[in-house]
């Protein structure tokens, strides 16, 4: 069965950008279906259901660009030619669905997994482009993960290489150095002298061959304590932090 994700969001001129969360402000709505992409050399399109729950005509555009990851906490995403999205501007009506095929237009690397995002962006109405809007104004903006599987057995793991903390929020900086990502979807953190974890709900991707960021909200400034990850490939990753790491 597949993953169907659903969007709302307040009309406005700024983005909002989320991943795999649900927003929780009305006025727009928009269900989409599935919410991840897999192509391989054997699987080289697929489509995405983009279905309207609005009560007024809404549109939107769709790109697709490279995703990679960098050790400064940031997503870094580029124009790419490797893979295709159409129709790349569209009109939904109430109760309306929009299919768009996304496609490869070039072989699988034959070592390591490709990494995309597809965002798709709810566009301003004519007539709420010329309103003039005062104060801090959102827009919705998905951005559907999108993989081109490597010709290679897939492999992955997951290494801790180090730590920030602000104040109770830690970031432990995690390297996979397999050639598929790895997908968090629960993070625990443990506390000595607890009787129970923390448990957060977390969409987070370690992209293949890179670093990334797991966020962890602390009891208190002491980062000590087991961390487990639950992931989508490894199945669950511990981690013992010491107030050293």
Same mark, same amino acid.
């Given at each position: 069965m597949?993953?169907?994700y ?9 983005f909002l950008?989320?991943?795999?969360g649900?927003?929780?402000?009305a ?6 279906s599935?919410?991840?992409?897999d192509?391989s050399d054997?699987?080289?399109?697929d489509v995405?259901?983009?279905? $309207?729950?609005? %009560?007024?005509? +809404?549109?939107y555009?769709v790109e697709?660009?490279s995703?990679s990851?960098?050790d400064e ?10 893979v295709l999205?159409?129709?790349?501007l569209?009109?939904?009506q ?6 768009v095929?996304?496609g490869m ?6 070592s /390591?997994e490709?990494?995309y995002? +597809?965002f798709i ?6 007539q ?9 104004n959102m ?6 993960p999108?993989?081109?599987?490597a010709?290679a057995?897939p492999?992955? $793991?997951?290494?801790?290489?180090? %730590?920030k903390? +602000?104040?109770?929020?830690l970031f432990?900086?995690m390297?996979?150095s397999?050639?598929t990502?790895v997908?968090i979807?629960? /993070?625990?953190?443990h506390?000595?002298g607890?009787e129970?974890p923390?448990i957060? %709900?977390?969409?987070?991707?370690i992209?293949a061959?890179q670093?990334?960021?797991v ?7 002491r980062?000590?304590?087991?961390v487990t990850l ?9 981690y013992e932090?010491?107030a050293a790491?």
């Amino acid at each position: 069965m597949k993953e169907r994700y659903i969007g709302k969001a307040v009309l406005c001129t700024a983005f909002l950008l989320i991943f795999w969360g649900p927003l929780t402000t009305a006025e727009a709505q928009v269900a989409i279906s599935p919410i991840r992409v897999d192509l391989s050399d054997d699987h080289t399109k697929d489509v995405i259901r983009i279905s $309207s729950q609005a %009560s007024s005509t +809404m549109s939107y555009q769709v790109e697709i660009v490279s995703w990679s990851q960098s050790d400064e906490r940031r997503e870094i995403y580029e124009p790419t030619d490797e893979v295709l999205v159409v129709p790349p501007l569209f009109t939904l009506q109430p109760g309306e669905e929009q299919i768009v095929r996304v496609g490869m237009l070039t072989d699988a690397d034959p070592s /390591v997994e490709r990494s995309y995002r +597809m965002f798709i962006t709810e566009l301003a109405a004519p007539q709420e482009e010329k309103r003039e809007v005062t104060g801090v104004n959102m827009r919705l903006r998905l951005g559907v993960p999108v993989f081109v599987a490597a010709r290679a057995l897939p492999s992955a $793991s997951l290494e801790h290489i180090g %730590s920030k903390q +602000m104040e109770n929020q830690l970031f432990m900086q995690m390297h996979n150095s397999g050639n598929t990502h790895v997908r968090i979807s629960e /993070v625990r953190f443990h506390a000595p002298g607890a009787e129970e974890p923390q448990i957060e %709900s977390a969409a987070i991707y370690i992209l293949a061959g890179q670093s990334g960021y797991v966020p962890i909200v602390l009891p208190d400034t002491r980062r000590a304590g087991k961390v487990t990850l639950v992931t989508d490939t490894l199945g669950n990753v511990e981690y013992e932090l010491s107030a050293a790491n």
